[in-house]
């Protein structure tokens, strides 16, 4: 086996005219977030389409990465829920520079931000919370995200611990929040949206910011295009 991958070529279709790119990002990436979402629930071939990959820096400046679902996006930035304890909570409070790279293959679209996490406040995630499953919300309390766990069965009988102590009455308060379980918006500086094209000559457009202001805020974003 020679070890390389995907040896097919694809040609990939779709491309970004510059003038179906706005001044400001949040219109153009809220339309694509949509037709993934509109496309995973037709065609199917668009799983989790709001997955974003979200890069941190651990102590020692060495990068981390991993998957988590985007939840809300406004012009502040798109918004993640996790453990605050977690290997990536940590890592965001030691230094607040992170990086997502999103995609959606099937689409020949990608996404990439730049910039820094901010901790949700504690009225949104208490939101967010109370709209998962009771499962989730059991769940969140089972789990001390990122530490090690000396094997399944533990996790189950905490599990069926909070379970028995937070018994499912229907209710969205029969769990409460867990004080370590927390969210974070970021905040970008860096807004790439990428689209595909054949023959490799794919479109590249960034919008930087110059100043302070929201994704949908045309005068704060310097918008360029990059070679592929
Ligand atoms: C599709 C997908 C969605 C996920 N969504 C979340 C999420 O929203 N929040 C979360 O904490 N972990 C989520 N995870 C698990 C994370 O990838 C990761 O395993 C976990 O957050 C621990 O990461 P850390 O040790 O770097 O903190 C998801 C994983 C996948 C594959």
């Known amino acids: 086996m020679s070890g390389r991958l995907g040896a097919e070529r694809v040609d990939y279709r779709g ?3 510059d003038e179906d790119a706005p001044a400001a990002p949040l219109p153009l990436l809220t339309r694509w977030i949509e037709e993934a979402v509109a496309r995973s629930a037709s065609a199917g071939d668009v ?117 028995r102590r937070f018994p499912d009455t229907g209710s969205p308060d029969d769990v409460p929040l867990p004080d370590g379980w927390g969210g974070y918006r970021v905040v970008a500086d860096r807004v790439e949206l990428w689209a595909g094209r054949p023959s490799r000559l794919h479109d590249r457009i960034v919008w930087e910011r110059t100043g302070d202001g929201g994704l949908d805020d045309p005068a704060v974003w310097r918008r360029s295009r990059l070679m592929p």
């Open 15 to 17: 491309g970004l005219e």
């Open 47 to 163: 799983p989790e389409p709001t997955s974003i990959a979200v890069a941190t820096v651990d102590a020692h400046g060495a990068p981390d990465v991993r998957v988590v679902l985007m939840r809300d996006l406004d012009e502040r930035g798109p918004c993640f829920y996790t453990h605050l304890t977690s290997d990536k909570g940590r890592q965001i409070e030691g230094d607040d520079r992170v990086a997502v790279a999103l995609t959606w293959p099937a689409m020949y679209r990608a996404v990439r931000l730049r910039g820094r996490a901010e901790l949700l406040p504690r009225d949104q995630v208490e939101a967010y919370f109370r709209s998962r499953p009771w499962g989730s919300r059991v769940g969140a309390h089972a789990s001390d995200q990122s530490r090690p766990l000396a094997g399944r069965p533990v996790l189950e009988a905490a599990f069926a611990d909070a379970a």
